[in-house]
């Protein structure tokens, strides 16, 4: 196993003059006490561009992703965005801030049961007391910002339509949109098309890299794909075993860099 | 094929322990049955005087028909309002005893509270709470309502576990609070089963609630009691034929609920 240090040959070289958007520092998540699965992950994320985060399966890739919005409890380590750590938040401070921040999954992870619409409108859920939200009594500005999305996304067809009804490359589209919904200052990605087929993929990379030169805000995207990361990233970070072996421009990933993220290399040729 | 031949694997091994458990099975029912005098002889005689029984029931006897109505309306109400109350301390209930979405803390008092509504049989229930608030309805609505809030409780907890998390953590995802979670993430996935359950206990209720009157807590059940005990038996057929019909009357109900909704 490679120690972090020495293989972090390019960096992104994110705009000197601007703030990171967020900050991790020493990230460390243990399931099981000893067993680390993040072992003290430093990273900063530029204010723009798409961030690929390359590695094999069981990495930790995941786990890195849902601790950044604490889905999943970080076991240590600093979280650092819009000048809060959100490590040390409480409950209530931690929902405040979930709400600017945005996830798209694998699985899509629509309310399979509710319409399009409700799927879009839950991004607010946020800034909506339960009770308002219960009775679906959304502002009319998030409305029309539903519609214009929908639109954006190609699924204005479909606002009533239940969300089960939908094509997987649909799905996806509505998982963002819920996710834009949020005017999300940052955008996680979790594998989000792994579960489509390859010219679905390339449109959802695609709509995903729009939206974020759009509206401004970065985006951290775990993928399995590498020619996909290629091809949209701004830059790479290659994790294995934990830990962050590779940090650099896609151009300058080489063989030897898949192998060391990787390991082995039968599967290159 | 030699290899076919000469094989001795075997696909389904033989289990020692459940042909022996089936074998202790059979011995405890023949010696059940032998301790109960279960004979034939007793069986046939048994047959004779419920032909006699069946016999005196017909024709059923309608002339009293305001204390049947009475009766009936009152057993109804009953269910009803039993089966609302139920499910209004079930829903939240269920929630608090739901693993996944709990902790251990607040899952153990809720189990333990559906657990012991649904220790007792509702006439069992029905007779303690006869004596607690006297005679009447009241004792029945809150009796059934026990037995459905234990009932309801467990389904509907079993149908919260075994919701998608993965609905639950994208809803969470968004900073929703946790009643807006429950809402949006927890409910549009249960809600279908929910209406299943309801509707089954509605119609248990229904049936229940001819019976706590046996002990005194209102509806039907009295009724017929007495009629049993003056050998009013076509008066008795004419309850039963009567309770028959509103059980199918509920049956055609749910059908059309479950329709409304959808399920």
């Known amino acids: 196993m490679q120690p972090a240090a020495t293989a972090v040959p390019a960096t992104a070289a994110p705009a000197a003059s601007a703030a990171p958007a967020l900050v991790l520092r020493g990230l460390t998540k243990e399931y099981v006490t000893g067993k680390p699965v993040l072992r003290g992950i430093d ?44 490590v040390a938040l409480n409950r209530a401070e931690l929902r405040t801030a979930r709400r600017r921040i945005g996830m798209v999954f694998q699985e899509y992870n629509l309310v399979e049961r509710l319409s399009v619409m409700e799927n879009l409108l839950s991004g607010r859920l946020g800034y909506l007391s339960p009770f308002k939200a219960w009775l679906r009594r959304y502002p009319q500005r998030d409305i029309e910002r539903a519609f214009d999305l929908l639109e954006t996304v190609g699924l204005s067809a479909h606002a009533h339509s239940r969300a089960d009804s939908l094509s997987g490359g649909q799905r996806q589209r509505v998982g963002i949109a ?56 701004d830059r790479v970070v290659g994790m294995t075993g934990g830990r962050v072996v590779f940090d650099g421009s896609p151009d300058a990933i080489t063989e030897e860099h898949l192998k060391s993220i990787y390991g082995g290399e039968d599967w290159l040729e | 094929m030699a290899a076919r031949t000469g094989s001795n694997r075997v696909a389904f091994p033989p289990s020692w322990t459940a042909r022996a458990a089936w074998l202790v099975f059979g011995i405890y029912f023949v010696y059940a049955a032998s301790h109960l005098e279960l004979t034939p002889a007793r ?11 069946v016999a005196r029931l017909f024709p059923p006897d309608f ?53 012991v509504c649904r220790s007792f049989h509702p006439v069992i229930v029905a007779i303690l709470f006869v004596k607690a608030v006297g005679f009447g309805a009241l004792a029945g609505i809150l009796a059934l309502t026990v037995a459905s809030v234990g009932f309801l409780g467990k389904l509907m907890t079993e149908a919260i576990e075994e919701i998608s998390l993965k609905q639950v953590e994208a809803v969470r995802a968004t900073g929703a609070p946790f009643m807006s979670v429950v809402s949006y993430a927890v409910v549009p996935q249960v809600f279908s089963r929910f209406v299943g359950f309801v509707s089954y206990e509605t119609d248990a209720n229904l049936r229940n609630s001819t019976m706590v009157g046996i002990v005194g807590a209102g509806g039907i059940g009295g009724t017929l009691f007495s009629a049993f005990q003056r050998f009013d038996y076509d008066f008795v057929c004419a309850i039963v034929l009567t309770i028959i019909v509103l059980i199918m009357i509920g049956e055609i109900l749910t059908l059309r609920i479950k329709k409304v909704f959808g399920v």
Do not use: Y
Not at chain 1, 184 to 210: F, G, N, W
Not at chain 2, 73 to 101: D, F, K, T
């Open chain 1, 43 to 86: 990273l900063e994320f530029a204010p723009r561009g798409i961030t690929a985060v390359i590695g094999p399966s069981g990495t930790g890739k995941s786990t890195l992703i849902r601790c950044i919005n604490r889905l999943v409890e970080p076991t240590s380590g600093q979280v650092i965005f819009d000048g809060h750590d959100l």
């Open chain 1, 178 to 233: 819920r996710a834009m919904m949020q005017e999300p200052r940052l955008l996680l990605a979790d594998e989000p098309t792994s579960s489509l087929d390859p010219k679905t993929s390339v449109e959802i990379m695609a709509l995903m890299q729009t939206l974020s030169g759009m509206h401004g805000f970065p985006v951290i995207i775990n993928i399995h794909n590498v020619e996909l990361a290629r091809r949209f990233a």
């Open chain 2, 43 to 53: 069986f046939f005689s048994g047959l004779e005087h419920g032909g006699k029984f």
């Open chain 2, 63 to 115: 002339h009293r028909w305001e204390l049947l109505a009475k009766g009936m309306i009152e057993s109804l109400q009953i269910a009803v309002l039993a089966s609302a109350l139920g499910v209004l301390i079930a829903a939240p209930l269920a929630l608090c005893a739901a693993r996944n979405l709990m902790p251990a803390w607040a899952t153990w008092p809720a189990r333990a509270v559906m657990v």
